[in-house]
């Protein structure tokens, strides 16, 4: 048989334990031919096959980003970023001059605003917004996407200048003078903001109410579709082949739909059923265990349930077990009672569905793992892959649970403070010193018998693979006494790969390259091997195959 395309001269790490390394591979169709020498695979190739020359780069299968927000990511690419920047001065200047480039945006809204964005001490108010521009309404989102700031205008159109009940673990920040802080914590509490939008805030759905759009013209569904399309090509350019987006609604998985209808996904998607505590049970078998029997296809699935447990801890909203080292008194509030949690997670388990919970403090942590053993004590005994997404502080009582429980940890390695451009404040005073040893415990994690699967949670954090494999591989300890809980190159890369796909029930067609596997494939544009940790963010991918076929090429 005569292969499609060859890539060979490669560096290719095929992450397949069996047979790690080889120099080239053939691809026929949606699938691997073969993997071996140039010499094996040259005995391949016809007068139709295409050769792609990798010049000794490296070959990986294509990443699978374990943790993400697709349709808010797509859309923020229309957005202000404004990562990285500090200063009063410097976010006037932005502010403006993105406003006067986008005269008939609805809503001006910035991007990855640090809470510390104007000053080391002072907190964002929606006078200091009203200073920069007062006659358009304004939004800035923190990088975690969990708190934003607001202008007067904006509160004042989406009914929160004078405070509103937003619900259990949600603010509306009031200031001494009665009305709005500029502050909202939380995504009932800014998701009215966000509605002002160009989009009605409809890319915010999945997370804010899992619910659907209350009115969607022909119009709107078509700018959605493109919006959506955008972020999936830059997935492609970034080397991604697998996206597991971590909020769904139907409307989603339609739009997904409909893009591989016509066009063809370019990235494989998952897509989970967002359960909200003020849910129905009922919910989980009218529409989740629905979805998932609509939505099967390698290429578009819905077949886990995600939910939240707690917020993030800059803005106080994360539950810890001790308080918080800079609010005595304080743990934070839960999204879920205890027995609430255990309920829909059993209820989950018995229709057959995989579990991902939001849990950054150490609390919330605690929490999933209790309601994780309540399902296996009331279900018995199953091959079970659920998960915690961020796991951030884990209780040193609580680490070998993971392992004992077979709890997937997903983590993001730009989210440590200090990575990826990110300030130390305020996290580390939220948290404390005596804290600092058990945040983002990747290492312990693993050596206790953890799978761990690596992420971005984009927008919140830059997309791409390789800078996340970056940060990852260049994480600075805060402390000297602090372990490092760094993982080696290959274990980070099986973080991206091999195990993201087995976390989907997929390893026995994607993750690792090997005859008869999925044609998901990314070359690099050097050896990822051979360049050093500290320059690995200069690599990029110059060629993206998903199902064999080209979805991004340099």
Request: hydrophobic share 40%; with cysteine; aromatic share 6%.
């Amino acid at each position: 048989m005569q292969a499609s395309t060859v890539i060979r001269n490669a560096r290719v790490l095929t992450m397949d334990e069996a047979k790690p390394r080889a120099e080239a591979i053939a691809i026929a169709g949606n699938r691997i031919l073969a993997v071996g020498s140039d010499a094996e695979i040259a005995a391949l190739v016809g007068p139709q096959t295409r050769e792609v020359d990798a010049r000794g780069a490296t070959v990986l299968p294509g990443f699978n980003e374990s943790h993400m927000h697709i349709f808010g990511g797509s859309a923020g690419l229309n957005t202000l970023s404004l990562f990285g920047l500090r200063g009063f001065d410097k976010l006037k200047a932005a502010l403006q001059r993105f406003a006067a480039e986008h005269p008939d945006s609805k809503l001006i809204v910035g991007m990855s605003a640090e809470y510390t964005i104007i000053s080391e001490t002072d907190n964002l108010t929606r006078h200091d917004l009203d200073a920069i521009i007062a006659d358009r309404p304004v939004v800035l989102m923190a990088p975690d996407h969990h708190t934003a700031w607001a202008n007067t205008l904006a509160l004042k159109m989406a009914g929160l200048l004078e405070g509103r009940d937003v619900g259990v673990g949600n603010e509306v920040v009031m200031a001494a003078d009665g009305l709005a802080h500029g502050e909202l914590r939380e995504i009932n509490a800014m998701g009215p903001v966000f509605a002002l939008g160009d989009t009605g805030g409809r890319e915010g759905l999945g997370v804010e109410t899992g619910g659907e759009p209350d009115h969607v013209t022909d119009a709107d569904r078509a700018a959605d579709i493109a919006v959506l399309k955008r972020g999936l090509a830059y997935c492609a350019s970034l080397g991604i082949t697998s996206l597991q987006n971590m909020d769904g609604n139907l409307y989603q998985l339609e739009l997904m739909e409909e893009i591989e209808k016509t066009d063809g996904l370019p990235v494989r998607v998952r897509i989970p059923f967002h359960m909200k505590s003020f849910m129905p049970l009922a919910d989980l078998e009218t529409k989740a265990a629905a979805w998932h029997a609509r939505f099967t296809s390698d290429r578009l699935r819905c077949d886990f349930v995600k939910m939240f447990m707690d917020g993030v801890a800059q803005s106080g909203t994360a539950l810890f077990i001790e308080d918080y080292a800079n609010r005595p008194g304080w743990t934070g509030t839960p999204l879920f009672t205890q027995a609430h949690f255990d309920e829909i997670s059993i209820a989950a388990d018995k229709l057959g569905l995989s579990i991902a919970v939001h849990a950054i403090g150490d609390g919330a942590v605690r929490m999933v793992l209790n309601g994780y053993e309540a399902v296996i004590a009331a279900n018995g005994p199953r091959d079970r892959r659920n998960r915690i997404e961020h796991a951030e502080i884990v209780h040193p009582d609580d680490t070998e649970r993971f392992g004992t429980l077979g709890v997937v940890a997903s983590m993001q390695p730009t989210h440590p403070p200090g990575s990826a451009g990110t300030p130390l404040e305020p996290y580390v005073s939220c948290v404390g010193e005596a804290r600092w040893q058990y945040c983002f415990p990747w290492r312990k994690l693993v050596d206790t018998g953890a799978k761990i699967v690596f992420g971005t949670d984009w927008p919140v954090s830059p997309l791409s693979p390789i800078s996340c494999i970056y940060d990852a591989m260049n994480r600075k300890v805060w402390r000297a006494d602090v372990p490092d809980h760094r993982l080696t190159l290959t274990e980070t890369l099986a973080a991206y790969t091999r195990t993201s796909a087995w976390l989907e029930y997929m390893e026995d067609r994607k993750g690792i390259l090997r005859a008869g596997y999925l044609a998901d494939i990314v070359v690099l544009s050097g050896d990822i091997e051979a360049v050093g940790v500290d320059r690995i963010n200069t690599l990029t991918p110059v060629l993206t195959l998903c199902d064999g076929r080209v979805t991004y090429e340099a």
